[in-house]
């Protein structure tokens, strides 16, 4: 079993920046890919960012490219959501999800609690 517990959600001004965290449980860690979404109240979650099992390969949706940077440490059990030059579009509830398959999938095994970012205009 794998607990995650996301931090780092606030209030910000566009503009700004925040860094979620993820802090996960368990031994394995270093084996699980590690992905962030987010989801708004009537749509569907959607992947933010991904990070492989030792962060040599990351990806991004489209929206936040540029501006949001996804990293791990392992020896730390904890991922991380750099997010800058944030937009009033990117208010949401921010998750942090772990995949045991090497890649992170819409469905991972895993899923923490969430924490909201609003950015206000």
């Known amino acids: 079993q794998v607990q995650l517990v996301e931090s780092g959600g606030r209030l910000v001004q566009a503009g700004g920046s925040l860094r979620l965290s993820c802090a996960a449980s368990?031994?394995?860690?270093?084996?699980?890919?590690m992905g962030w979404f987010r989801q708004v109240p009537g749509k569907e979650r959607e992947i933010v960012a991904a990070?492989?099992?030792?962060?040599?390969?990351?990806s991004y949706a489209d929206s936040v490219k540029g501006r949001f940077t996804v990293s791990r440490d392992n020896a730390k059990n904890t991922v991380y959501l750099q997010m800058n030059s944030l937009k009033p579009e990117d208010t949401a509830v921010y998750y942090c999800?772990?995949?045991?398959?090497?890649?992170?999938?819409?469905?991972?095994?895993?899923w923490g609690q969430g924490t909201q970012v609003t950015v206000s205009s």
């Open positions: 990070i492989n099992w030792n962060g040599g390969s990351t």
């Open positions: 368990g031994r394995a860690f270093s084996t699980y890919a």
């Open positions: 999800a772990a995949d045991l398959r090497g890649v992170v999938t819409t469905t991972p095994n895993y």
